[in-house]
C-alpha cells in the first residue's frame, strides 16, 4: 500500500519541492494544505483549506485523510515580521504547533511527524561551538527563534510523555527558486534582475552583510525532510544545513558578479535587524549517519537558478 504523506502549510516556499520529493522519488500519496485565502495547485496531490490555529479542523481532516507521515511546515517564518508581530508569531508557531500535536495525540494510530524547527534556535553561537550540533546551548537572538526553541521542546516532551512518533529538524537558510523576497538571496537576485531590465537604479541596499549563514538548496532540504520522517528517531532533533556558512557579502559578490551591469551598494537601515548573530553554521553528521544524507546541489548552482527566475519574472 502506498505512503500517505500530509503536508501542512504547503503553500509556503518548501511545499510544492517537498510534494515532488514525495511523489517522485518515494512514491507516496500527497496530500497538502493551504490557508483559505492562498492559492496552490501541485500535479497529483489533493489540496485542502487548514488554519492550524482551529484545532478541530486539524482533528477532522486528519480522520479523513490519515496519514502516515505529517510534514508540518506551517508558520509564520520570517524574522523581520516576528519583531514586527511578536503576538501573531507565537500563535502560529507554538500554539498551532500545540493543536496539531494534540490532535495527532487523538488518534487511534500513531503517524510519524516531522516538525520543522530552525538553526535560528541556536542565537547567540560562540567561536567554539562552530559548527553546531543539536546538543548545543540554545540562545535564541529573536522572536521567530524563540517560538522555534518552543516548538522543539514542547515536541520533545510530547514524544516521550505520550509515546508519539515525533521527530524534530533544525534546519537551516534555505533557498531556491520562487523563495519570497523577503529573504537575503532571493531579495538580492530580485534586485539584481530589476536593475539589468532597467526598473530600478543600479543600486542595491543591503542589511548586514557580515552575519555568516548556512544555506542549502531548498530541493537538498526537502530531500533530507522525506528521509528523516523515515528514518529519523522519535523524540531526536536533527540539523539540515549544509555544513559550510557563508558571509552575506561573498553570496552579493556571487551574485553581482553573475550579472553584466554595474552595480552599487548601499546599506538601508531598514534591512538591519535590532539583534544579530555573525555566525550559523551546522554540524550535520547525525543527519547523514541516520539518513546517509549530504546536499548535492552547489550554492552556485542554486543562485543562478535564483537569478533566472526573477529574471523571468520582474
Ligand atoms: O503566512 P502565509 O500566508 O504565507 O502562510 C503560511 C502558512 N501559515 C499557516 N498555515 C496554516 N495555519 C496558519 N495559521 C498559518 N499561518 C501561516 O504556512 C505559509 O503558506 C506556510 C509556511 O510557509 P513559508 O512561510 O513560506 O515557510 P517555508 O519557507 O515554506 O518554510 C517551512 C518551514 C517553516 O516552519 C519555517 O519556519 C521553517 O520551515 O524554516
Known sequence: MKKRALIIGAAGFVGSYLAKELLTNHNMDVYATKLSHEQLEIADANIYDLNILDKDEIISLLYKIRPDYIFHLAAQSSVSVAWKNPGLTVDINVKGCVNLLDAVR??????????????????????????????????????????????????????????????????????????????????????????EKGINTPTIYVGNLEAKRDFTDVRDVVRAYALLIQYGKAGETYNVGSGHAYAIREILD?????????????????????????????????????????????????????????????
Not at 522572536?143 to 516548538?151: D, G, N, S
Open 106 to 195: 487523538e488518534l487511534y494510530y500513531k503517524p510519524a511527524v516531522l516538525l520543522i524547527g530552525s538553526g535560528e534556535e541556536y542565537g547567540h553561537i560562540k567561536a567554539d561551538e562552530v559548527p553546531i550540533n543539536e546538543e548545543n546551548h540554545l540562545r535564541p537572538g529573536n522572536i521567530y527563534a524563540a517560538t522555534k526553541v518552543c516548538q522543539n521542546m514542547i515536541a520533545a516532551i510530547y514524544s516521550q510523555a505520550y509515546d508519539m512518533n515525533l521527530i524534530m529538524v533544525r534546519a537551516f537558510n534555505h533557498i531556491g527558486p520562487g523563495q519570497s523576497p523577503i529573504f537575503v538571496v532571493s531579495d538580492f537576485c530580485k534586485q539584481v534582475a530589476e536593475i
Open 254 to 314: 556571487l551574485i553581482v558578479s553573475l550579472s553584466n551591469v554595474e552595480i552599487e551598494i548601499e546599506t538601508d537601515s531598514n534591512k538591519i535587524r535590532p539583534v544579530d548573530v555573525p555566525i550559523i553554521e551546522a554540524d550535520i553528521t547525525k543527519l547523514n549517519d541516520v539518513a546517509g544524507w549530504s546536499p548535492a546541489i552547489s550554492l552556485e548552482q542554486t543562485i543562478k537558478e535564483t537569478l533566472a527566475y526573477w529574471r523571468e519574472r520582474v
